[in-house]
């Protein structure tokens, strides 16, 4: 196992010890289709598995994988993990201190939160674009462009992006 795998299994291990406790861990899994997966208000772990997904986390300290296909994650307010997995995924963050990783497949990952906590944006393979508030404190790995917005170009990007769901 290398070391970016060990790195990636201790992450997420760590967002669940610290932030979820097993009883109020609600448990979500896709099937190898297309899903629309919605989390709850608590803390999910949400499996995308195969197809095209759309899946939204919501409140709570989440860890999602989105799995084959491509995806698109959302997180919400919490601490959120998000794995993208193969397949060329736009990721989301919510507020909070989140984790995103792009997996393979051209990737777009954004942390435009504007809440001063410390995100990371872990690109992976492929050609992947990270998008973060000029200000805020983000850390990025793997990313061949990085774009930083203003906190208003970053709302109306958000704006235009979002479902609502």
């Known amino acids: 196992m290398n070391a970016k795998l060990i790195f990636l299994a201790a992450t997420a291990a760590l967002v669940l010890a610290t932030t979820v406790s097993a ?9 190898d289709g297309p899903d ?23 409140d709570g300290n989440d860890v999602v994988y989105a ?3 491509n995806d698109v ?6 601490n959120d993990a998000i794995y993208a997995g193969q397949g060329n ?11 995103q990783y792009g997996g393979q497949g051209n990737d777009i990952l954004h942390a435009l939160a504007n809440d001063n906590q410390p995100d990371i944006l ?7 674009v990270a998008y ?11 990313c061949e462009q990085v774009i930083r917005l203003t906190a208003e170009q970053a709302a109306v990007l958000a704006a235009a992006n979002d479902d609502n769901g």
């Open 132 to 142: 973060a508030i000029v200000h805020d404190p983000v850390r990025f790995h793997g």
């Open 36 to 58: 629309n997966l919605n989390g709850t208000a608590g803390a999910d772990l949400i499996y995308g598995r195969g197809g095209n997904d759309n899946i939204r986390a919501h």
């Open 89 to 99: 995924d736009v990721t989301w963050a919510g507020a909070g201190a989140d984790v």
């Open 73 to 78: 994650v959302r997180g919400g307010p919490g």
């Open 67 to 69: 799995g084959r296909g």
């Open 122 to 128: 872990d690109c992976g393979p492929g050609f992947d």
């Open 23 to 31: 009883a109020a861990l609600d448990v979500i899994r896709g099937t």
